[in-house]
């Protein structure tokens, strides 16, 4: 019996859910369309190209779109529900409330992971290319090679120059620098070469040139001269990767949590502002896609309120919730930038708010 409802409750959300993704993200694909309409016409891209740059474009936005989706889905079905009075026929063939609910708090659920897969595993690079394509009016995107990049090892007192890095090739790097500092900051070694390689873990330095200096910063004579005889040297000691090299290049805004984690862990000097600020990119990002499920669980209560008492003061009610959520998150967001709020609790506070809201609300409906 629960098995061929819960077939049902999941068939009767799926449909109207599904309009609601597909008119949001056709909604996006317009407004897209209307500004790059006729470059498209003048490039003729691969239809593949065109498919791939609107995904890309629309992957960031997905965590907002679909807890809309997810809203709206949830107050028609449960208002479908009510006004047939198919809700009090189950309760009064003793399935409780929260029996009759589950097949939708379980797709809320998935789609949540859905959600927050896709911003760690696609949308970074998926964006970054829509936005590169983009800017190339539509024209196949050239590999990146990057000038003149800069990165400093606190922990080992390493600083790098690198003169380019090719993304295609991001494991081999030209024109290299090396700086070396004593504790005391004073400059113990500068190496030099045309060439460098990352091969299994080691970065090995073809015909590395060496400058010593003292104390006083003062060059003196190599006290190794046994090493500038090798045309080819390894260094397993560096704890540097490429990706360290491409990170410096890529906007903050399309890092992955996995890039955002390395990216705080290499830079442990930063001020205290601006560490406040990525910590709380790092635990937004977390705590986004779980948006799906909280705003789930206000929004299946307010649709039992449709039939009680009217259709727009439920619905109404649902969609201030959800502006609430959301000018909550933002609000957030603001002080967590500002260094005013710690930026964890920032990042979940609208979660953990409207969460007890919704369960609270539901709980009355049991």
Partial sequence: MQHILSKYVLREFLIPLTYCIIGFLGIYVIFELFDSFNRIMESKPPLSDVLNFFAGYISPYLEWLIPAALLLGTLYTMWTFCRHSEITAMRASGIGFSVIVRPILMVSA????????????????????????????????????????????????????????????????????????????????????????????????????????????????????????????????????????????????????????????????????????????????????????????????????????????GVMGAVGMFFGFYALSIGCMVLAKSGIMTAWVAAWLANAVFFAIGLYLFQRQR
């Fill in 110 to 313: 998935v789609l949540a992971i859905a959600v927050a897969i896709i911003n760690e595993f696609y949308a970074p690079a998926a964006s970054e290319w829509a936005r590169a394509y983009r800017e190339a009016r539509f024209k196949p995107v050239s590999r990146k090679v990057y000038d003149y990049i800069a990165f400093y090892n606190l922990e080992a007192q390493r600083i790098w120059r690198v003169d380019r890095i090719d993304t295609a090739q991001p494991n081999v790097l030209k024109g290299v620098h090396l700086s070396f500092d004593r504790p005391d900051g004073s400059r113990e070694l500068d190496i030099s070469c045309d060439r460098a390689e990352y091969l299994d873990g080691v970065w090995w330095l073809d015909h590395p040139v060496y400058h010593y200096f003292d104390t006083l910063n003062n060059p003196i004579k190599n006290p190794k001269p046994q090493l500038a005889t090798l045309t080819l040297r390894s260094f397993p000691d560096f704890d540097e990767t490429p990706r360290d090299f491409l990170l410096m290049n890529k906007s903050w805004e399309f890092y992955s949590i996995r890039d955002m984690i390395h990216y705080m862990r290499r830079h442990p000097n930063l001020k205290k502002e601006e560490r406040n600020s990525r910590m709380y990119d790092i635990h937004s990002r977390f705590a986004k896609p779980f948006a799906c499920l909280v705003i789930t669980l206000f929004a299946i209560p307010a649709g039992v309120a449709t039939s009680r008492q009217s259709v727009f003061k």
